[in-house]
């Protein structure tokens, strides 16, 4: 955390703090004039923190860049081929949500380190209201991002998979969005990154620390799949698959073969939704219930 970072966020919650007698008069309009003034405060942070665009920009570069290595090196020279190409070209999204569950889970945490929280919750004192901004906030952020990178990777994919023997004469479709197959591909895997950070938020608001959370992020997302895969029972190594939120979220981006996955496209974001609705309603439940 910088040296800065009190006095960058110290500026909208203050301003907002200062609107009347113990920050409330900015919800003399009514719930929703609160809501307006807490979104515009955490759109003010968020934008003026200086780690803000580095991370949102190095989310679009690795998802980009390992999307396109993916595409490049996975070949298919037969008819038998199995692999899908359109989530080749998609593999990038692996190493780019984790930028994005930093960016979520220090979005909460760095006002908590800087000791800003006290004054966000003068400024905002629902902390529904408060946690909802940020939300909000949070995932049209990310959505935006995520729409730069998935369709970066897409053209990458787009370039690369007709010289690796994915063409029509080998039974595969272009990888472009003029096939609905990849418009759910490339639209559920936006979504898999706002649900990425609404994980890492929920569990930010839940402990609190920086470090703690992104390591039981970073856990879930990629120390889940690493255990199924070790575990000697297929049954639990599917049970694994379908309920780890990776692995069930990924399946989003499946255009081939889906009969043979653990679980359906839909079915595995849905799973993921789950984790990440689960993880908001316990940082919710917290913050509302114990002291900043």
């Known amino acids: 955390m910088s040296a800065g970072r009190p006095a960058q966020l110290a500026g909208p ?3 907002l703090a200062a609107a009347g007698p113990a920050g409330r008069p900015a919800l003399t309009g009514g719930w929703l004039a609160g809501l307006w003034a807490a979104l515009h405060a955490e759109w003010t942070k968020l934008r003026t923190v200086p780690s803000t665009p580095w991370l949102l920009a190095t989310t679009v570069v690795l998802t980009v860049a390992g999307s396109a290595i993916a595409a490049s090196v996975v ?28 960016l979520a889970v220090m979005m909460l945490t760095g006002e908590y380190s800087s000791g800003m929280m006290r004054t966000t919750l003068t400024a905002v004192p629902r902390r529904t209201t408060m946690l909802a901004a940020k939300a909000a906030v ?3 952020t990310v959505l935006v991002t995520a729409a730069v990178a998935v369709l970066g990777s897409l053209l990458a994919g787009q370039f690369f998979t007709p010289e690796n023997g994915f063409t029509a004469a080998h039974g595969f479709l272009p990888v472009t969005l003029a096939h609905a197959p990849v ?5 559920g895997t936006v979504l898999y990154f706002a649900l990425i950070a ?3 938020l929920g569990l930010a608001a839940a402990v609190r620390d920086s470090a703690v959370a992104i390591t039981v992020v970073l856990g879930l997302l990629y120390v889940l799949p690493i255990i199924g895969g070790l575990l000697l029972s297929p049954v639990w190594a599917r049970r694994f698959d379908r309920y780890s939120p990776m692995n069930a979220g990924l399946a989003i981006q499946a255009t081939r073969n889906l009969g043979k996955l653990p679980i359906g496209p839909w079915e595995g974001l849905g799973v993921l939704a789950c984790w990440a609705g689960a993880a908001m309603l316990a940082g919710w439940l917290l913050l509302r219930y114990r002291d900043a």
């Open 138 to 140: 949070l995932t049209g």
């Open 183 to 187: 418009v759910r591909a490339a639209a």
């Open 13 to 15: 919650a203050a301003a």
């Open 75 to 102: 070949k298919c020279a037969a008819t038998a081929c199995s692999a899908d190409p359109v989530k080749n070209s998609l593999t990038g999204v692996m190493l780019g949500q984790a930028t994005i569950a930093v």
């Open 198 to 200: 609404l994980l890492s």
